[in-house]
């Protein structure tokens, strides 16, 4: 039976992995969050001072799988769930630059394939639908303003004592949306047949509204 694959990419803070999550559950499919794998990734090589030349060989031994308990994904590393560890600032922006290195890229890029062959999947990530999945059923671009995700990404974090200021959160999405759109492999770009989506004025509900919307009639053969 063909399995049916969705690809969400777009920018860092556009919502992708929690929209992408309300989708899937709409429609009863598995959501992959490929970030978590890269930030994963990143983690081991920051954790272990891998320099760039040694992560080829390194990432043999890093042991990254993803596990769903009780319908949630997550994500373990070495047999240790390293779901929250992996969410830190500094991992987000380790996991912007390794991800650019092609050893990280190939060492994940099957682990992705050979769940898509197997399941019906909603798959979020910067490059879903150019690379990993140029196949998919549905493509989605989904996007906001750098200063509504920066918002967006502080109102998550007012909470915390160590909570950074506005202005220094919107320079970091600025500064990665920078890196992702022009590192050397597989850059952060729209595919050519992806819809865009831009949720600056949306809230989540009406955002994942939305996208299941573009699915059924794509799938259907209508859109």
């Not at 081991?44 to 890093?62: G, R």
């Not at 682990?111 to 639908?129: H, P, S, W, Y």
């Not at 909470?159 to 590192?183: F, G, T």
């Not at 992806?194 to 259907?220: F, G, M, W």
């Amino acid at each position: 039976m063909k399995t049916i694959n969705i690809a969400i990419d777009g920018p860092a803070g556009a919502g992708k992995s929690t929209i992408a999550k309300m989708v899937s559950a709409k429609l009863g499919y598995i959501y992959v969050d490929t970030g978590a794998l890269y930030r994963t990734a990143a983690l081991y090589i920051t954790e272990n001072n891998i320099p760039d030349e040694n992560i080829e060989k390194a990432l043999e031994s890093a042991d990254i799988s993803l596990k769903f308990i009780d319908g949630a994904q997550r994500v373990f590393l070495g047999g240790r769930d390293v779901s929250e560890l992996i969410r830190t600032p500094e991992i987000s922006m380790a996991a912007s630059r390794t991800s650019a290195v092609p050893a990280v890229r190939a060492y994940l890029f099957e682990t992705q394939k050979k769940i898509a062959r197997e399941n019906n999947v909603i798959m979020d990530g910067r490059d879903i639908g150019t690379v990993v999945l140029p196949d998919a059923e549905v493509k989605i671009f989904l996007t906001a303003s750098a200063e509504e995700r920066a918002n967006r990404r502080y109102k998550e974090l007012a909470e915390k004592p160590d909570c950074p200021p506005y202005e220094d959160i919107l320079k970091d999405i600025i500064q990665r949306d920078y890196q992702d759109m022009h590192r050397e492999t597989a850059p952060l770009r729209q595919a050519d047949d992806a819809v865009l989506v831009d949720t600056t004025n949306l809230d989540l509900e009406q955002s994942a509204e939305e996208i299941v919307k573009i699915i059924t009639k794509r799938i259907a053969g209508e859109g």
